[in-house]
Nanobody
Framework: QVQLVESGGGLVQSGGSLRLSCVAS????????MGWYRQAPGKQRELVAA???????NYVDSVKGRFGISLVNAKNTVYLQMNSLKSEDTAVYYC??????????WGKGTLVTVSS
């Protein structure tokens, strides 16, 4: 079992910044990836950014150059630095842990609201 706890969401003005954190605890081992997904009202959940335990990253095109994902292995914590926020970034942001064996866990989410 892996537990994920997100924090850092909130209300921010357009153009502002937020940093999301996700702390993982439990059976974390081997090769894995952690990612941030988001779901806006009436829309499907989408991948925002992901990082592997080896440090490889990928981003959805809409956040490239504005968001940065990082992983501190020693703390089992993944961060999402979000800069130049736009109203369309408003969503519930979820943390996901994916092990190479196909096991996945989700956090409960943290709300990010960007006011224009």
């Amino acid at each position: 079992q892996v537990q994920l706890v997100e924090s850092g969401g909130g209300l921010v003005q357009s153009g502002g910044s937020l940093r999301l954190s996700c702390v993982a605890s439990g059976s974390i081992f081997g090769a894995y990836a952690m990612g941030w997904y988001r779901q806006a009202p009436g829309k499907q959940r989408e991948l925002v950014a992901a990082i592997s335990s080896g440090g490889f990253t990928n981003y959805v095109d809409s956040v490239k150059g504005r968001f940065g994902i990082s992983l501190v292995n020693a703390k089992n914590t993944v961060y999402l630095q979000m800069n130049s926020l736009k109203s369309e970034d408003t969503a519930v942001y979820y943390c996901k842990y994916s092990h190479s064996l196909g096991i996945e866990y989700w956090g409960k989410g943290t709300l990010v609201t960007v006011s224009s």
